[in-house]
């Protein structure tokens, strides 16, 4: 099986950062004592000049590439494109990927319990924001005794997190790669989200955020969710190619079960989420996705926040995105080069939206293997 | 005899190493069409210059960020209204002005964003393609335009007198210009008969005082 692929990393084992002092965050309260879950990947060279930092999207966790047991069915979410000669070649690079605060995935979040009451977070956890993933994961470099990262990639939320780095803290990356993002959500993409929540916290088994404490999950509000999120994270096109107006059983029925493929496809995302995600993780990650815009803190003025950045950029945008489409990219880049920065911009021609930096394309690969080979030959690594 | 060649770096193509000879030190430029950054990453080293390319076609791309170059894939045809004024010391277009819906539009741009332009072109006033047209009556096929007037992507051709009217008509100050034939050599004869003699035309081009 594909665990034996020399392109894969292999198996894997996440390991855990226990973090005793108390973390300032954004909302004002502290974060007393917590976890950070992270996986690595590849060997950290002499000089510690060769980690790079991966940032997770809204539904990620640490696990991004490899297997955690031989019967794993699935790799990690960014397997595809991280692993020896891959697009992120792990023979060359240290590869970080934590799970963030909030996380569903054994980084402190809503499910874990309060260290003093000893009761699930639930809702009482505090709404993290992009900024607090980024410190948190700060200090997770100091922790792992990285100067400086070589670069800082994510896709969509995670590039979002790649921003906020190079504006919090420029001497700790050489490059930020920022991958299917935007400055700031729009008002279209807040609404999706506030039908997610609405959702989540409308299903009768969410009792206010305590449903552990009732041995349950609010499914239909989640599985609700996430068939919202899919519906965005393919294009009109992919839709069409992918499943077009098939019918399950070769006639309709004139009834309201499952009838197009469609349908069955979105039961099937929304079911099988449910099974692994956390309702109150999905609240917290997109509230993260809501507030960050770090343009905010300087006048409205996106170059003015970008002006402390001192690393490369390379922004990427696909053309059949409608989530976060390349004019949400142009904001970026034109921020950056207004800002002085330096910076280059892929526009790369795809079908199936926002997903699509998850997978191969060609000219995407291409275009990030060329950056990273540059990367690897300033770094001399 | 002293001419631009004799300095040309190695693989650098005839027509950039003249660009480049007009480019002063620390400069910060926008290459229109960069290509595969070759002007650029040549700037870069031998002229401490930075900037960005832009280019439309994806295997550009990737070779500009093989080489090192900062590349923005977007169309030049799509506006350049994101530039700030004055926010380059050169904005350069090498052998694509005709190729440009609106050339006129574009040098306007090039000149609100840039402190000088440099644009390059071949000269459609060279006895060469009058001859094709004026006496064969057959679109001219030649090295610096090598299509058939079907599959061509030059639409609006000119010639060196045909560019000076647009200048003054726009009140475009010509800081200097250099016409060469089609080994980018230039001559005695090719300064005195330029709209004539020469196949490639470059000139540094400025807001003109109004």
């Known amino acids: 099986m594909a665990i034996s692929d020399t392109h894969s990393v292999g198996l894997v084992e996440p390991r855990t950062l226990h973090v005793a002092e108390s973390m300032p965050l954004d909302c004002g309260k502290p974060l007393d004592r917590f976890d950070l879950v992270y996986e690595t990947y590849g060997t950290l060279n002499a000089d510690h000049s060769n980690a790079v930092l991966i940032c997770h999207a809204l539904s990620g966790n640490h696990h991004a590439a490899g297997y955690h047991s031989a019967d794993d069915a699935k790799p990690g979410w960014w397997d595809k494109c991280i692993g020896p000669g891959k697009m992120i070649d792990t023979d060359r690079f240290f590869v970080v990927c934590p799970a963030n605060l909030g996380s569903y995935a054994g980084s402190t979040g809503p499910e874990s319990r309060h260290p003093d009451t000893g009761r699930h977070y639930g809702l009482d956890f505090p709404v993290v924001t992009v900024g607090d993933w980024v410190r948190s994961q ?29 504006i919090d803290y420029p001497d700790r990356l050489r490059h930020a790669i920022v991958i299917a993002a935007a400055p700031k959500l729009s008002a279209q993409n ?84 449910v099974d692994r995600f956390d309702a109150n993780t ?3 990650m997109t509230k993260a996705l809501d507030y960050f815009d770090p343009a905010n803190t300087a006048g409205g003025d996106l170059a003015t926040a970008f002006a402390p950045a001192t690393a490369r950029f390379l922004v990427v945008s696909f053309t059949s995105d409608w989530r976060f489409p390349p004019a949400r990219a142009h904001e970026i880049v034109d921020a950056l080069v207004d800002a002085g920065k330096e910076v280059s911009y892929a526009e790369v021609g795809s079908d199936l939206g926002h997903d699509d930096f998850l997978l191969t394309l060609p000219n995407y690969v291409n275009t990030l293997r060329a950056y990273l080979d540059r990367v690897v030959a300033e770094a001399g690594t | 005899m002293s001419n631009a060649l004799d300095h040309q770096p190695a693989g650098l193509r005839d027509d950039l190493a003249l660009i480049a000879e007009w480019i002063t030190p620390n400069a910060r430029i926008l290459d229109l069409g960069c290509g595969d950054g070759a002007l650029l990453a040549y700037l870069q080293d031998t002229r401490n210059a930075s900037g960005y390319g832009l ?56 000149l609100r964003i840039g402190r000088d332009s440099i644009v390059t072109f071949p000269n459609f006033g060279h006895w060469r393609p009058r001859l094709s047209l004026g006496l064969r009556g057959l679109m001219p096929i030649s090295g ?67």
Not at chain 1, 247 to 255: E, I, M, S, Y
Not at chain 2, 93 to 104: C, G, H, K, T, V
């Open chain 1, 138 to 166: 700060n200090i997770l470099r100091e922790a792992l005794e990285i100067d400086q990262w070589a670069a800082v990639i994510g896709g969509s939320l995670g590039g979002m997190q790649v921003m906020q780095w190079a």
């Open chain 1, 190 to 273: 807040i609404a999706f989200n506030e039908i997610a929540r609405q959702a989540i916290v409308t299903d009768p088994e969410f009792h206010g955020g305590r449903y552990y404490e009732h041995d349950v999950v609010p499914r239909r509000g989640l599985m609700l969710a996430r068939m919202l999120g899919h519906i965005t994270y393919l294009s009109d096109e992919a839709m069409r190619a992918k499943f077009g107006r098939d019918l399950r059983a070769g006639r309709v029925n004139f009834g309201f079960d499952v009838e197009f493929q469609v349908e069955s496809y979105l039961r099937y995302q929304g079911a099988s989420f």
């Open chain 1, 282 to 284: 999905y609240l917290l």
């Open chain 2, 55 to 110: 280019d439309i076609d994806p295997d550009n791309v990737i070779a500009c960020v093989r080489a090192g170059v900062n590349v923005l894939q977007l169309d030049v045809e799509a506006g350049l209204g994101q530039f700030e004024d004055n926010s380059f010391d050169f904005v350069i277009m090498s052998s694509a002005l005709q190729e440009i819906r609106r050339p006129d539009k574009l040098i306007e741009e090039m």
């Open chain 2, 144 to 210: 610096t335009l090598p299509n058939r007037w079907y599959d061509t992507p030059n639409i609006h051709l000119c010639t060196v007198r045909d560019f000076e009217a647009l200048c003054q008509d726009k009140q475009v100050e010509i800081v200097r210009r250099h016409v060469v034939n089609h080994a980018r050599r230039s001559s005695t004869a090719i300064r005195t008969l330029p709209n004539l003699l020469g196949e490639v035309a470059l000139y540094q081009l400025r807001q003109g005082k109004s």
